[in-house]
């Protein structure tokens, strides 16, 4: 087997010198950073013109930030077929919004140049384009999927922020109804089974519910103390649904799935879900507990993750350390404008980031630089839209040293 640059004994000067090593001694380290990913694109950046796209490539038009469920779903099944494809990310909160795109996200344009919008929609003809065995769709799927608007509390207001969570009024809908949901989606994943919809595995019903499933598990506990999701006692099928998904896809624990802090973090902002009022919330150290145990399960699944994927690093911590490496022009430029710091500082910081991620010995040589940027990282950073789950728990674990 080939050995990769040892990180020790390549960062071992540097940290007698207390000094962070330079980006070229740490891109050695990291050679997945130096593959070619797949393309996304930040319409952002194109709100006149049109991309350059590939013409013989699927592309998937998802929502910015990774709070819309709807694109996860789509985001999901792509990964989950492992299907190749270019994302553009469109921002759908007002003024940032390209003129040129007109449509609702998801939407994906097919690799024969036909578009195609509806989540629901493009699973089903993804499952046809790309079989897979077992497949996405059976029997059972409708009547499960179907099931989702009978089960879900009604007459709330839509969102990608609060989805099914808030009334007409802006009021979070009461606990009781929050419970008959948990109620009957536990009750229909033990109908055959479990631990997922149609029983021992995933499918087309599994992807369309977790964006859902998911966000309710971080957020359901703040608006309702003690209201939990993944309660084993209360919710037995349900926990045992989460588990798997987080276990056993690991396109969704590895990257997909937003984790809990994100979803606290999109709760507290004042939006259109909400009617305009941020709700009063309840710390819950156990759904923070919860979720890096999920985060856990995730990396525990990285290594089949990562094999047919050479962009991705061997590791989730690496994958961190990658992902900074790639992008620290654009993290450093957002920093110097936050009045982080000066330019400099934050990019000494920054390498002193990626080093401790690499090599966790060194983090005892760290400066108060990498300290500083530690913490806004992990402050500053989105899930799923930066990192999956398990990468964002490695910056998490390591600005905690610092605390």
């Avoid at 013409?55 to 789509?74: H, M």
């Avoid at 553009?88 to 097919?110: C, H, K, M, Q, Y």
């Avoid at 050479?310 to 992902?323: I, L, M």
Wanted: glycine share 6%.
């Amino acid at each position: 087997m080939a050995c990769k640059p040892c990180a020790v004994l390549l960062l071992l000067a540097h940290a007698a010198a207390l000094q962070p090593p330079s980006w070229s001694a740490l891109s050695k380290t990291l050679p997945s950073a130096a593959r070619d990913e797949p393309t996304i694109i930040d319409a952002v950046n194109h709100r006149q013109k049109r991309p350059p796209l590939s013409e013989d490539t699927v592309v998937l038009y998802r929502e910015r930030n990774g709070w819309c469920p709807y694109s996860e779903r789509v985001w999901l099944g792509l990964e989950t077929k492992n299907v190749a494809y270019e994302t553009v990310l469109i921002d759908n909160t007002g003024g940032a919004r390209p003129s040129w795109f007109e449509s609702t996200t998801p939407r994906i344009r097919w690799a024969d140049g036909t578009d195609q919008g509806e989540s629901l929609d493009i699973l089903k003809d993804l499952d046809e384009r790309y079989p897979s065995e077992p497949p996405l769709f059976d029997e059972h799927s409708a009547a499960l999927i179907g099931a989702f608007k009978e089960i879900f509390p009604r007459m709330t207001r839509p969102s990608s922020r609060a989805a099914f969570l808030f009334r007409s009024s802006g009021q979070p809908v009461a606990r009781r109804d929050f419970e008959a949901t948990l109620e009957k989606t536990d009750a229909l994943l033990g109908e055959r089974g479990g631990p997922f919809f149609a029983g021992a595995s995933p499918t087309a019903p599994d992807v369309c519910w977790a964006p859902f499933l998911e966000r309710y598990a971080a957020q359901l506990p703040l608006l309702h103390d003690g209201l939990r999701p993944r309660d084993t006692t209360r919710y037995p099928n349900l926990s045992r649904w989460y588990d798997a998904m987080e276990s056993t896809i690991p396109a969704y624990g590895c990257r997909v799935r937003g984790n809990a802090a994100s979803w606290a973090k999109v709760l507290s902002q004042t939006g259109f879900g909400n009617g305009g009022s941020v709700p009063e919330t309840n710390p819950d150290d156990r759904t923070a507990a919860s979720d890096a145990a999920a985060s856990a399960r995730g990396a525990e699944t990285w290594a089949a993750y990562a094999a047919d994927r050479p962009w991705v690093a061997p590791s989730p911590d690496e994958e961190a350390a990658a992902t900074i490496l790639r992008r620290r022009d654009a993290i450093r430029d957002d920093a110097v404008r936050r009045g982080v710091g000066d330019a400099d500082t934050i990019e000494a910081g920054l390498r002193g980031v990626v080093a401790g991620l690499i090599d966790e010995a060194h983090v005892l040589a760290l400066d108060e630089d990498a300290a500083t940027m530690a913490r806004d990282l992990d402050e500053r950073l989105c899930c799923p839209r930066d990192l999956g789950a398990p990468a964002a728990a490695a910056i998490r674990r390591l600005a905690a040293l610092y605390e």
